[in-house]
């Protein structure tokens, strides 16, 4: 079955770097993939959004790279702000196409000035 | 203001005692869903609803029921709660697009507690 992989474990780096957050899927080929920021006790926020047809997504200070060889999404945040810190998480169509999302468990980004 | 709202914010309710969660939003989003979300776990669908009147099953449904009669609305109840339903629940919506992809909006979310 469909099955997404975010690094449970906390990603800390220092204010101004650039932050990389995998995910990884199996099993099918998704059309497109998400990306989500989820702050402490708050709805995830929707960030970007990528093809499988697209290789590349920018958005001001984010990135979102999709190899679909690989099965995999890079999620990249460029001269990274200690407010840039909360949870990110990936979200891909269910298998088969259908509307039904289903999100990783994502990564804790934690920016330290 | 585009937004999902959901009442109550906080609840603390006794098992077996009879709840609605509601949710609308202001977007005329064709697709609404709601998701639990439990340390560990992640995110996971209860149930979903792509049109009025049109609700389905999603991860998770057992002990939850859904309805969708108007467009706005996508409340959820649950019949006769009980300790293990204690979670963080969130309402999302998306609109239908041609070119789909579903981005999805979030309502603030919901703390259930069931003792």
């Known amino acids: 079955s469909q099955k997404i992989e975010q690094n449970s474990e906390a990603l800390n780096i220092q204010e101004g770097k650039t932050a990389t957050l995998t995910c990884n899927y199996t099993?099918?080929?998704?059309?497109?993939l998400q990306w989500y920021r989820q702050d402490p006790g708050r709805g995830p926020v929707f960030l970007l959004l990528i093809r499988e047809n697209e290789k590349e997504k920018r958005k001001e200070r984010l990135k979102v790279t999709f190899d679909t060889t690989l099965k995999q999404s890079l999620f990249h945040i460029t001269a990274s702000q200690p407010a840039d810190s909360a949870t990110y998480l990936c979200?891909?169509?269910?298998?088969?196409?259908?509307?039904?999302?289903?999100f990783g468990r994502g990564t804790s980004l934690i920016v330290h000035p | 203001e585009a937004q999902v709202t959901q009442n109550p914010r906080y609840l603390i309710t006794v098992t077996g005692k009879k709840l609605t969660v509601t949710c609308s939003q202001n977007m005329n989003h064709e697709y609404m869903s709601w998701y639990r979300q439990d340390p560990g776990l992640g995110l996971r669908q209860i149930y979903y609803s792509m049109n009025v009147e049109v609700t389905d099953k999603g991860d998770v449904p057992e002990g939850y029921k859904v309805s969708r009669k108007e467009k706005r609305n996508f409340p959820l109840i649950l019949e006769s709660p009980s300790p293990n339903q204690t979670s963080l629940y969130f309402c999302?919506?998306?609109?239908?697009?041609?070119?789909?992809?579903?981005?999805?909006?979030f309502g603030p979310g919901t703390r259930l507690t069931v003792t």
């Open positions: 999302a919506s998306s609109p239908r697009t041609s070119a789909g992809g579903y981005e999805q909006y």
């Open positions: 979200a891909l169509p269910k298998e088969g196409g259908s509307y039904i999302p289903t």
């Open positions: 099993n099918y080929s998704p059309a497109y």
